[in-house]
């Protein structure tokens, strides 16, 4: 290999080429989904792809009650017994979203968080992912949270920026909390994700930086402990931060980077993008996003929103892989540049390598989406059923030098805590992380999660796992445990390494 050249490592099987997207996807170890409403689930949604998205079915504003119960669920029945009947991942959508909200509009936390259990365990592990929280950074490139119902729930006390002091409250964590704690408890295999738009490059057009992702990305590592996954929804237009950009896969790396799974949730490109940096037409379009998936290992599954332009809710953009409609349809371009980039399967790129010896990277071959998240247990058993702590106590420990600092934040009930850890790396990045505390006597740790420990009571030390021990500078990242008994007086003292 000359230096400079480009080496590109076919991993799939280079067999006969499928003929379907979910057959061509399943080869190359991802799924190929649609949105879908109880009144089109054609033949062509079984034979095309093999996850489902109920588009408008599992909203809270056809399925919640006021006081966080479960109506009108027929609807997403019938969606989910067609996805078991026809070897279908299910992705809920969605728990907690400003729009569609119906009778949640308004609603306390405890009131989504009884929401959130409701649904979650009326599908348990039929439902593969379900987008806990949608749409929650505003639009404009702000970074900014929005500012509707529920995200007005979110309060900084001390205006500091972050939601982990007294007295803050932070919707996203906290359904984020309740969600884990009721997929562990039922034991269910659901994997729980945060899903937005306008999310997916790491520049908007014009190579300005992407705000609203780098947003997405500090919730993500902060919340990594409850958030298995992120939804890029993609619906690409002409809209300056709504662009197909060249970084798109360096985007999607460096979410996959922190151990989450990556999907595309909500595809439509618009057929005319004028305004789109990498121009082209639709179908190379269509192209550049799958190859951008397909090149990371972590991006498990690729869902376009609707089967064909006219039954799409951006009809005018004719942004899908087939036309016609009510049963009927015909592959466009898109369809067969899809196919064809599914087919090639999961590649490696190893480009301007300014030596001779291209590294020969491995990458995962797995024919399954698979869950390199942890599987480290959540809090469970005992927690209240409204998950609002009854106290949140910050405390801190004293910065160790250039090493790292851990502050606790306890939220207790009679009989029992979740404590989360804040490890905060000082004036250099650390690779590993020792934090040491003692327990009050009586207090025992029922299980801990984004970290190894020592014991379960008195002194007990919480070592990182594989995917948190590298923190930069300046920035942190959290573990936390579950115990019986109280958790006062807790005095973290972190040790990098
Ligand atoms: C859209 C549906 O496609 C429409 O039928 C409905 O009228 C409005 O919602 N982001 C999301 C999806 O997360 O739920 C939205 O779906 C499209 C934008």
Redesign the pocket.
Known sequence: MVGGAVAVQSIGPAAAAETTLRAAAAKAGLFFGV?A?PNRLYPIVGQEFNQLTP??VM?PDTLATSSGGLQNTSGADTLVNHAQSNNMLVRG??LV?H??AGALQGASQATLNTFIGNAINRWGSKIAYW?VV??ALEDNNTGRRRNQWPHTMNRDANGDGDYFDSGDTDVIRDSFIRAKQVVQAGGFTTKLCI?D?DVEGLTVQGGTPNRKANALYDIVRNYRQYIDCVGF?S?FNDNPNSIISSDLQANIQRFADLGVEVHI??LDIDDDLSNNDIGSGQAENYRKVVRACLNVAKCTGITV??ISDSE???SSERGLLFTGGNGSYQKKAAYTAVLDELNKGRTVSTSSVPTSSVPTSSVPTSSVPTSSVPTSSVPTSSVPTSSVPTSSVPTSSVPTGGGCSASVSVNAWTGGFVVSVRVTAGASTINGWNVRLTLPSGATVTNAWSANRSANSGTVQFTNVSYNGRVNAGQYTEFGFQGTGTATGLTPVCTAS
Do not use: C, F, I, P
């Open positions: 949105a409403s588009e408008n909203k959508h969605t979203w729009s569609q987008d949608n749409e899903n738009y929804q619906h949730t909500e929103w609707g799409s809710w951006r």
